[in-house]
T-cell receptor
Framework: AQSVTQLGSHVSVSEGALVLLRCNYS??????LFWYVQYPNQGLQLLLK??????LVKGINGFEAEFKKSETSFHLTKPSAHMSDAAEYFC???????????FGQGTTLQVKP | GAVVSQHPSRVICKSGTSVKIECRSL??????MFWYRQFPKQSLMLMAT?????????EQGVEKDKFLINHASLTLSTLTVTSAHPEDSSFYIC???????????????FGEGSWLTVV
């Protein structure tokens, strides 16, 4: 079975500061990994995904994540936070390309002026 | 623009009635669609997987007779909440998996979600 753990349900950073949202996964097969962002009362928007190949994945809005198999991690980073980054972030894993996603608990990112 | 459309975006129904939520892929054929449920301030929980022309596969703990899923075509899946109760109130989100023109790979797209309130 697969699972995802997001460390920290709430992260607060100052505008311009580094954003680091942590995600660890468990999977018995090579995983596909995803980060999604959700704004209040809206659906999910894909930030980035890792399938195979290069372990450093660049996404939209300046976000990137690095797949580290030895650490079973897929942490999301952004060098400089913007006020518009304040939202809920979800890490997810799937068994290959099945499309069936298992989500982490979510991390609320607060950006302070 | 949106590639997966959900309708309605918000619905209020009386306890004991049934309500249908539609999930449409707008410019691609979705071989598989997924239905998730999200309670306020919580994560998304996969309810079921539906493949066009076959019965849906439900996750453990999801009542298939209460949450009826129909995937009648490659662009439409419906979720019907039967005999709804207040505890069924939630945000329901669908996703669709398929190939879009000019997009490489088999990609997953999420709908905007549907708020169900049962009173």
């Amino acid at each position: 079975a697969q699972s995802v753990t997001q460390l920290g349900s709430h992260v607060s950073v100052s505008e311009g500061a580094l954003v680091l949202l942590r995600c660890n996964y468990s999977s018995s097969v090579p995983p596909y990994l995803f980060w999604y962002v959700q704004y209040p009362n809206q659906g999910l928007q894909l930030l980035l995904k890792y399938t195979t190949g290069a372990t450093l994945v660049k996404g939209i809005n300046g976000f990137e994540a690095e797949f580290k198999k030895s650490e079973t991690s897929f942490h999301l980073t952004k060098p400089s936070a913007h006020m518009s980054d304040a939202a809920e972030y979800f890490c997810a894993v799937s068994e290959g390309n099945t499309g069936k996603l298992i989500f982490g608990q979510g991390t609320t990112l607060q950006v302070k002026p | 623009g949106a590639v997966v459309s959900q309708h309605p975006s918000r619905v209020i129904c009386k306890s004991g009635t049934s309500v249908k939520i539609e999930c449409r892929s707008l410019d691609f054929q979705a071989t598989t669609m997924f239905w998730y449920r999200q309670f306020p301030k919580q994560s998304l929980m996969l309810m079921a997987t539906s493949n066009e022309g076959s019965k849906a596969t439900y996750e453990q703990g999801v009542e298939k007779d209460k949450f009826l899923i129909n995937h009648a075509s490659l662009t439409l899946s419906t979720l019907t909440v039967t005999s709804a109760h207040p505890e069924d109130s939630s945000f329901y989100i669908c996703s669709a998996r398929g190939f879009r023109r000019d997009v490489s790979g088999n990609t997953i797209y999420f709908g905007e979600g549907s708020w169900l309130t049962v009173v």
